[in-house]
């Protein structure tokens, strides 16, 4: 299955990428590294995240990426995987989707 990536989804891996590459010093290449295992994953597994009750948009489920801290929001839409969100565990609720 595809994985594609939302405009607001893209802009926040980006953001987050940086910082990663600015302020990790010991583990530069987890966030990239991560974030193509989950995209991996999720492209043979689109149901292996945790389905998010409270959200708006039906479907929205997330995937926890322990390594890095962060969560994957995503659905499965049109034969294909789309990428809403990523969001640190730190953050308390999770995004609005």
Known sequence: ?????????????D???VWWDENRELAPEAFDEDIAEAFSLLSVQP??????IN???????????ARIHYYLYYRVRGGQVQVLSIWHTARGRGPTL
Do not use: E, F, I
């Open 1 to 13: 299955m595809k994985v594609q990536v939302t405009r607001r989804a893209q802009a926040q891996l």
């Open 15 to 17: 953001r987050v990428a």
């Open 47 to 52: 149901a292996v995240g945790t389905p998010v």
């Open 55 to 65: 959200a708006r948009t039906q479907g929205v489920r997330r995937l926890h990426l």
